[in-house]
């Protein structure tokens, strides 16, 4: 597609419930990143898919999230029992290599209650 | 881990000033991004620097790599009530753009 497209745009869920999150990045482009944005804050890493690899986990806050990218395209992040805290806009992007510039989705916009 | 720092967090100017966000870092970096993030959107890629000292200019937005490659600015001229949004730094750190706090410009009409 033209652009990264997340789904859903937002998903409201009960404390405990699991949620996945989607992304589908631009065609070609081999990294893929998940930040976090927390109402007002700055951008959270969480992890970055080098095709289906990820190379780097470190952003990820705890084990009840995880992440997998599959044909070196579409990306799901899984969230586990999901707690209040939780609670963000969660931002996908992708860039055509590591170090290039970023082209970001619309976000998910998480609320737990 | 990599820390860049930017300043201000805020910045309210009328329009027509000169508005000026920097970012700073510890560590030398090997590039540096810009993006722009409007009120309810997401973050938009504009810049990225590259060489020490350089500067690149996007019509009234002047972009500039501190010489030691430690620092960077953005620079609007004569804001417009368009350039409203958080301005965000972004530093390579190997893996993935580690992302500054963003400087939140409102301007005032």
């Known amino acids: 597609g033209a652009g990264v497209s997340q789904s859903p745009s937002n998903k409201v869920t009960e404390k405990g419930k699991d949620v996945e999150l989607r992304c589908d990045p631009i065609s070609g482009h081999t990294a893929l990143y998940w930040y976090r944005q927390s109402l007002g804050q700055g951008l959270e890493f969480l992890i970055y898919f080098q095709g289906n690899s990820a190379p780097d986990k470190s952003g990820l806050p705890s084990d009840r999230f995880s992440a997998e990218r599959t044909g070196g395209s579409v990306s799901t992040l899984t969230i586990q029992r999901t707690q209040q805290e939780d609670s963000a806009v969660y931002l996908c992007a992708s860039s055509l290599w590591a170090n290039y510039g970023y082209t970001f989705g619309s976000g998910t916009r998480l609320t737990v209650v | 881990g990599q820390q860049v720092m930017q300043i201000p967090q805020y910045q309210h100017v009328q329009e027509g000033e000169d508005f000026t966000t920097y970012c700073n870092s510890s560590t030398t970096l090997s590039n540096i991004q810009w993006y722009k993030q409007r009120p309810g959107g997401h973050p938009v890629f504009l810049i990225q620097?590259?060489?020490?000292?350089e500067v690149k200019k996007q019509k009234r937005l002047t972009f500039q790599f501190g010489e030691a490659k430690k620092n960077s600015s953005l620079h609007i001229t004569a804001t417009q009530t368009t350039d409203v949004g958080t301005y965000f730094c972004?530093?390579?750190?190997?893996?993935?753009?580690?992302f500054g706090t963003g400087t939140s410009l409102t301007v005032i009409p």
């Open positions: 620097l590259v060489k020490s000292g």
């Open positions: 972004a530093a390579y750190t190997g893996n993935q753009f580690y």
